[in-house]
């Protein structure tokens, strides 16, 4: 079976957990025998037997960013001929996936990561590229042959933001986690370099700087934690110039107040973020919206307790009293994800977050079963067993 996968991020270029999610995938597959994967990912030449790389149109340069997209797109489906099966992740390559599905004649299979309409804030990035983004995925779901869905959230979500969507097309396969990259790494030395203090009780965020992440609430809590606690920011990639600033207010208004408040821009390596990880008291993710999150996966897989809110597919991976606590939300019905009462939820995260760190023989113990958890219900093997059987289902066998 030829499966041609279609995605915007792939290694050495990722900066989320879609990306991670397709690098993870695509090895798991071509480890099998049944199967030829390749890859047609944007950006410029790697040098991996089965990919090809497909850089941005110069005709294109500088207009609109989702017109660039589209313009990649189509040159992407044009290297889908002979395939059994497209397989796209993301708007930014459904639409290569509906216009090659047409051209070959052939499934067209999508994984939702995230949803445009969940994420009005977009439009601050995309201007009228959003309402092309919104028109692109909206197409690509009512026309995919299977969508996969990293959680039962998510598949909520997709039938009541796209209700012309057949619910039977739509299967939840999660994503998963590398036990063996993502695990407990202490280096201490490595940490001190990087500003952090190992003897200190940490919490640590690691994201993008989205308006989906949440960011800003957790600062506005942390302003609440006990003074010994360090709060760790790896967190980078704004949107926006906008949400940018109002970060880095934040976080000079935090310094002015405490000390301990570390902030790391710069992507770093995995092994980087795996001694940070381990040298941390409690890892936090105060998204507004979270399809599934793979952050708290490769927390928990590195032996950390997860404080995270109860919205989209976080519920299905972090078990509150169990591996971590969950932080309840209500969130306004108009697509942006923000909390009804934002006072609320920032002093239900403080507090979440403060009891996390005032027993510290619980969060070790609640961090060891994180890691259980994630070894035997999210490897990648398991993943890649499901995906195909949704490819089988399309396929007819």
């Not at 207009?63 to 930014?92: F, I, K, P, Q, R």
């Not at 692109?136 to 009512?142: C, D, F, G, K, S």
């Not at 999150?293 to 991976?317: D, F, K, S, Y």
């Given at each position: 079976?030829?499966?041609?996968?279609?995605?915007?991020?792939?290694?050495?270029?990722?900066?989320?957990?879609?990306?991670?999610?397709?690098?993870?995938?695509?090895?798991?597959?071509?480890?099998?025998?049944?199967?030829?994967?390749?890859?047609?990912?944007?950006?410029?030449?790697?040098?991996?037997?089965?990919?090809?790389?497909?850089?941005?149109?110069?005709?294109?340069?500088?207009?609109?960013?989702?017109?660039?997209?589209?313009?990649?797109?189509?040159?992407?489906?044009?290297?889908?001929a002979g395939a059994?099966?497209?397989?796209?992740?993301?708007?930014?390559?459904?639409?290569?996936?509906?216009?090659?599905?047409?051209?070959?004649?052939?499934?067209?299979?999508?994984?939702?990561?995230?949803?445009?309409?969940?994420?009005?804030?977009?439009?601050?990035?995309?201007?009228?590229?959003?309402?092309?983004?919104?028109?692109?995925?909206?197409?690509?779901?009512?026309?995919?042959?299977?969508?996969?869905?990293?959680?039962?959230?998510?598949?909520?979500?997709?039938?009541?933001?796209?209700?012309?969507?057949?619910?039977?097309?739509?299967?939840?396969?999660?994503?998963?986690?590398?036990?063996?990259?993502?695990?407990?790494?202490?280096?201490?030395?490595?940490?001190?370099?990087?500003?952090?203090?190992?003897?200190?009780?940490?919490?640590?965020?690691?994201?993008?700087?989205?308006?989906?992440?949440?960011?800003?609430?957790?600062?506005?809590?942390?302003?609440?934690?006990?003074?010994?606690?360090?709060?760790?920011?790896?967190?980078?990639?704004?949107?926006?110039?906008?949400?940018?600033?109002?970060?880095?207010?934040?976080?000079?208004?935090?310094?002015?107040?405490?000390?301990?408040?570390?902030?790391?821009?710069?992507?770093?390596?995995?092994?980087?973020v795996t001694a940070?990880?381990?040298?941390?008291?409690?890892?936090?993710?105060?998204?507004?919206?979270?399809?599934?999150?793979?952050?708290?996966?490769?927390?928990?897989?590195?032996?950390?307790?997860?404080?995270?809110?109860?919205?989209?597919?976080?519920?299905?991976?972090?078990?509150?009293?169990?591996?971590?606590?969950?932080?309840?939300?209500?969130?306004?019905?108009?697509?942006?994800?923000?909390?009804?009462?934002?006072?609320?939820?920032?002093?239900?995260?403080?507090?979440?977050?403060?009891?996390?760190?005032?027993?510290?023989?619980?969060?070790?113990r609640f961090g060891?079963?994180?890691?259980?958890?994630?070894?035997?219900?999210?490897?990648?093997?398991?993943?890649?067993?499901?995906?195909?059987?949704?490819?089988?289902?399309?396929?007819?066998?």
């Amino acid at each position: 079976m030829r499966i041609d996968i279609l995605t915007k991020e792939y290694p050495p270029a990722i900066y989320g957990g879609a990306g991670v999610h397709v690098a993870e995938l695509v090895r798991a597959l071509r480890g099998r025998s049944d199967t030829d994967v390749r890859v047609h990912a944007f950006g410029d030449p790697r040098d991996e037997e089965g990919t090809t790389s497909h850089p941005d149109l110069p005709a294109l340069e500088g207009t609109n960013a989702a017109l660039g997209t589209l313009g990649v797109d189509l040159t992407m489906a044009a290297e889908c001929a002979g395939a059994d099966l497209v397989h796209s992740h993301t708007w930014y390559a459904n639409f290569a996936g509906h216009v090659a599905g047409i051209l070959e004649g052939v499934p067209h299979v999508l994984s939702a990561h995230s949803l445009e309409p969940m994420r009005p804030w977009k439009a601050e990035q995309l201007g009228g590229g959003y309402r092309l983004s919104s028109w692109v995925e909206r197409t690509a779901y009512e026309g995919a042959a299977a969508i996969v869905a990293v959680s039962a959230g998510m598949r909520e979500d997709i039938l009541r933001s796209y209700p012309q969507v057949d619910p039977a097309k739509v299967q939840v396969v999660h994503n998963g986690i590398d036990s063996e990259l993502w695990r407990r790494h202490d280096d201490p030395d490595t940490v001190r370099s990087l500003g952090i203090d190992p003897d200190r009780p940490a919490v640590v965020f690691v994201g993008r700087i989205t308006r989906q992440k949440g960011l800003p609430y957790l600062l506005r809590a942390a302003a609440e934690l006990p003074p010994e606690v360090q709060l760790v920011l790896l967190a980078g990639a704004p949107d926006t110039p906008e949400i940018k600033a109002e970060v880095e207010g934040l976080v000079d208004g935090l310094r002015s107040e405490r000390d301990g408040v570390v902030w790391i821009s710069d992507m770093l390596p995995r092994e980087k973020v795996t001694a940070v990880l381990s040298a941390s008291t409690v890892f936090v993710c105060p998204s507004v919206y979270e399809p599934l999150g793979i952050v708290n996966l490769e927390a928990m897989a590195c032996e950390l307790p997860v404080v995270a809110t109860a919205t989209g597919g976080i519920p299905e991976v972090v078990v509150d009293g169990g591996t971590g606590w969950l932080v309840p939300i209500e969130r306004v019905t108009d697509g942006t994800g923000i909390p009804v009462d934002e006072d609320r939820f920032v002093a239900d995260l403080a507090a979440a977050l403060t009891d996390a760190v005032s027993n510290l023989d619980r969060a070790a113990r609640f961090g060891r079963a994180g890691r259980e958890r994630a070894v035997e219900q999210f490897s990648w093997g398991t993943i890649a067993d499901r995906t195909m059987e949704v490819y089988r289902g399309v396929l007819g066998g």
